[in-house]
């Protein structure tokens, strides 16, 4: 089953939306290529260097991870069944983890 995508999130959405055009369109590419993959595939993807966030978590207590979505650009992420829920979209690896 291929994952499914929750861009919701109205802080990763101010963050997206104010992306420069080409910047917003790569990040649009991965998350077209994200919405054909399985959650095998993710885990396992390369690119997309799928990666736990050791020291934060959600309100619930959801474990967090990182993305990968363009050279530039990273999300933090959760799982939720089948849908990945976008939190944040950062500018480098380092400000994710704030």
Known sequence: MNVRLDLNNPDFQKEWF????????S???????????DWNQVYHDKGLRWEKIQSIKTEKGKELYMIRVSRKHRVVVY???VVMIFVSLH???DSAYK
């Open 18 to 25: 104010a992306l420069k055009k080409e910047d917003f369109n």
């Open 27 to 37: 990040t649009k590419n991965t998350l077209r290529k994200l919405s054909v993959m």
């Open 79 to 81: 799982r939720k069944d």
């Open 91 to 93: 500018p480098d690896h």
